[in-house]
Structure formats: structure tokens, C-alpha cells
């Protein structure tokens, strides 16, 4: 197998979009925020849209962290399935989270629409029982979906295997999904906040913040910055600036195939698929016709020692992908592994913590819907900016850890 591993895919494919410089001199602004990838790039591009002045700070190059590793999945379904998200929150909460993550589909196909070139292409999403156990689980979720207006369809075991050639017992079918290339789409929103007056700063560390009455004050170590108000996105790194621990950090390990043929690819070539196994397998394609694999995740959380297991696990998700789906022969080109953070109940946390008052927001985008998460989360944050109520402040918000 040549079998290539090393940085994530997406910059590698991309290269170094554009330099931004380090923040080397004071300055102040309405709101600054911690994080360059696609977190803080959606909140950027709401807070400009909106008439803030922002100054965005990163520790690397601009998308060079999780965003560069993420495969970029965009789906209404939460890692949580429904009918257990309404049993620890209840039905109208529960509802509320998953019609809001197809609403934030739209909104993700509107900002690409506007911003080009970023491999934004609807798919439909196939979530197939792994287990003859899972089925009796996976219709009962379907109902509810579908009670609750969600787009949803039962496939069953035959024409599972005769349309996707996926042999399992049952799947639920949804038209509301969608992939992209989150690195370009980082660069893109950025470039475009900065014309707008935005100014963004890579290779640029915040050591410390300084909570005061009026403002924040970040001490990054040659230059300070005065702000009205912060927002920490900083991805599963985010977590050390909070004494409360509110998730834990996993491994996630991925492929990615040379180009294929349509015969070759099937019907990932229009259908992204998981299944219901925990941690569990997922594929979609990408615009030029390879097919993306990921899974095998694990509680790893050193980078030395997860890199290190990227060839095994590759070879891993290929033989899982050849016993699900037969007759799909992929032959990984490329792999490599990312780390994320997962909270207990699958949602995210989006909003100021009584560790540091209402001037310093989180924007924890975690598990596998971070970046549908992240454009709500932008909105959310605004609207806690502009002391305004939100909707899905509750839900998202730490209050529910109480």
C-alpha cells in the first residue's frame, strides 16, 4: 500500500492560502477573538457583518488546527441521537437543537453561495444500522424525526443494499446535508473580513487574560490587545482557560482515495454514510471524485502517539469500509489524524461562564456537528454581544451543567 500520511489533507491540498502578520504593536477593538479556524471565522464574518470591529488572534497559521484536519461533514443529525437528546432535555429541546443544525445548513449554503469556490455541494445522508440490534432504535428516531418535520426516510435492508450497496438491516435517509472544504472556506471569510476592516493576526499566542469591570485585556507577549468583549474558539484547546472541565479530547484518523471513477466511488459519490456503532464509520466524496473515510476514534490525546498510529488505523477503517460496503474497493492515498473534544451529551457550549463574567464568551463547537454548530454559535454569540435573548442560549449555553 503507498500509503502517504502526515499533515491533515485539506492543507496539504490547499497549501498556505495567504500570510496574515502577528499582532506586534497595542491595540483595541470591540471584540477580539482567540481561534483562526472555521469557528472563529464564521463568528468573525457575523460580528463584521454586523458593524463590530474585530481583531481575530491565532497561535499558528490561520486553519492550521482542527480545521485542517475535519472532513468536514455537515449534517442536522447530532452525534446525540434525538430520542435520547429528549430524554435528558426534553422533546421541545431536543426538536429545537436538530431543526436548528437543518436551518444551519441553509444558512452554511447561502454564506458559500456568496463566497465561492469553496466545494460546497449538497449530499444526502445515509445512517445505516451496524447491528440487527440498532434497528428497533433507529425506526423509533426516525418517527420522531419525522414528527418533528425533519426530512427523513426508512430504507430498508433490500433496497439498502440494491441503491447504496450497503449490507445492513435498515438505514434512515435524509436530503439535508452537505460537505465543503473548511480550510478554504476559512481563508475565504477571513480575506473577506479583513476588506471589511477586520484585522486578523496569525502566529500571534494570548499568554493571559485580564478581566475587567469595562473591558478584557489580552497579554500576548509582545503586543497587548484592549477589548470590549472576547470570545474564546480555539477549538479542544480552548478547554485550558476554563478550571471546569466540560469535555474530553479524542483521536479521530481518516483517508482520503486518488480520484475515482463514478463506477468506482458508487453511491458516496452523492451519498455521505455513518452508521450507528460508536465510534463509528463515516464516508463521503469530495468534488474532484475521491472518497473520504473516517472513524476509529480513540482516547488518545498525544500527538506523537496518535500520528503514530494513523498507518494501522487507516488500514483499519479500509477493511470496516470492505465488510459494509462489498463492493467498494478504496485504496487509501493519504491519511492522517486530528484531535477533537466530545462533550457527555453531543451539544455544544456557546456563551459567556461564571468563571469570567459576561465580557468572555466560549465558543466550544464540539463533536462531530462542529462546524453546523459554529454558524448558529456565531448568531448565539452576537446576540449575548448586543445583549439580546437567543433562542438556543439555554441549550448551548454551560447553564445546562447546573
Not at 485504496?331 to 473534544?341: N, V
Not at 466530545?342 to 455544544?348: R, Y
Not at 468563571?355 to 453546523?372: D, E, L
Request: net charge positive; proline share 3%; with cysteine.
Amino acid at each position: 500500500m503507498d500509503l502517504k500520511s502526515g499533515y491533515p489533507f485539506w492543507s496539504i491540498r490547499n497549501g498556505l492560502m495567504r500570510a496574515f502578520p502577528r499582532l506586534e504593536q497595542d491595540a483595541q477593538c470591540d471584540v477580539a477573538i482567540v481561534g483562526g479556524g472555521i469557528t472563529g471565522a464564521l463568528i468573525a464574518d457575523e460580528l463584521v457583518r454586523h458593524g463590530h470591529d474585530v481583531v481575530l488572534l491565532e497561535q499558528r497559521e490561520i486553519g492550521w488546527g482542527s480545521t485542517s484536519a475535519s472532513t468536514a461533514l455537515l449534517q442536522y443529525e447530532i452525534d446525540t441521537p434525538m430520542v435520547e437528546l429528549a430524554g435528558r432535555y426534553g422533546i421541545a429541546s431536543a426538536a429545537l437543537a436538530y431543526r436548528s443544525c437543518a436551518q444551519a445548513i441553509e444558512m452554511l449554503q447561502e454564506l458559500a453561495r456568496d463566497l465561492g469556490e469553496v466545494d460546497f455541494r449538497r449530499n444526502d445522508s445515509l445512517y445505516y444500522a451496524s447491528r440487527r440490534r440498532d434497528l428497533p432504535a433507529l425506526r423509533e428516531e426516525t418517527a420522531l424525526r419525522a414528527r418533528h418535520g425533519l426530512d427523513t426516510r426508512w430504507i430498508d435492508a433490500a433496497s439498502l443494499w440494491r441503491d447504496y450497496g450497503v449490507r445492513a438491516g435498515g438505514a434512515v435517509l435524509s436530503t439535508q446535508a452537505a460537505r465543503m472544504d473548511p480550510y478554504r472556506m476559512t481563508y475565504r471569510l477571513l480575506s473577506r473580513c479583513q476588506r471589511r476592516g477586520a484585522r486578523i493576526h496569525d502566529r500571534t499566542q494570548v499568554h493571559d487574560l485580564q478581566v475587567h469591570h469595562s473591558h478584557v485585556v489580552l497579554d500576548c507577549g509582545q503586543a497587548r490587545l484592549r477589548a470590549g468583549h472576547v470570545v474564546l474558539a480555539a477549538g479542544y484547546a480552548s478547554q485550558r482557560w476554563l478550571r471546569q472541565r466540560v469535555a474530553r479530547n479524542r483521536s479521530s484518523y481518516a483517508f482520503v482515495t486518488d480520484p475515482l471513477h463514478d463506477e468506482e466511488i458508487g453511491a458516496v459519490k452523492h451519498t455521505m454514510m455513518w452508521e450507528t456503532a460508536r465510534p463509528y464509520l463515516y464516508l463521503r466524496s469530495t468534488h474532484d471524485g475521491r472518497a473520504i473515510v473516517g472513524g476509529e476514534d480513540d482516547d488518545l490525546d498525544i500527538p506523537a502517539r496518535r500520528d503514530a498510529r494513523v498507518m494501522k488505523k487507516a488500514r483499519q477503517l479500509q477493511k470496516k469500509v470492505a465488510r459494509a460496503l462489498p463492493d467498494l474497493h478504496l485504496r487509501p492515498a493519504f491519511a492522517w489524524a486530528g484531535t477533537f473534544a466530545e462533550t457527555a451529551d453531543g451539544l455544544p457550549f456557546f456563551g459567556a461562564h461564571d468563571q469570567y463574567g459576561p465580557r468572555v464568551a466560549f465558543a466550544m463547537a464540539y463533536g462531530g456537528n462542529g462546524i453546523t454548530y459554529s454558524m448558529l454559535g456565531a448568531g448565539l454569540l452576537r446576540a449575548g454581544i448586543e445583549r439580546r435573548a437567543h433562542p438556543l442560549a439555554g441549550l448551548f449555553g454551560f447553564a445546562r451543567l447546573d
